[in-house]
């Protein structure tokens, strides 16, 4: 598509290294390791802290939540205060 041979991202690379330097491409690398690594960690938490949540129910126990919860629920008329 583009048609980038060997040598084209060979130039390209070291352009890159000529302008930022091997120490901050070092720096970039790491960070960007790091906030891979803690993405995928919060991931994989928030699926196992809250086990509860209605998407990882099934769908059984969503119904039997739900005519529970409508068994406790009290209707009220409101009236306006003159």
Do not use: C, R, Y
Not at 17 to 42: M, P, R, Y
């Amino acid at each position: 598509m583009f048609g980038l041979s060997p040598i084209h991202l060979i130039l390209i690379l070291v352009i890159v290294v000529l302008i930022f330097g091997t120490k901050k491409l070092k720096n970039i690398g790491s960070d960007l390791g790091q906030a891979v690594k803690g993405f995928k960690d919060g991931m994989h938490d928030g699926s196992v802290e809250n086990p509860a949540s209605p998407a990882l129910q099934p769908p059984e126990q969503i119904a039997n939540s739900a005519t529970a919860a409508t068994a406790q629920t009290i209707d009220v008329q409101a009236t306006e205060k003159n």
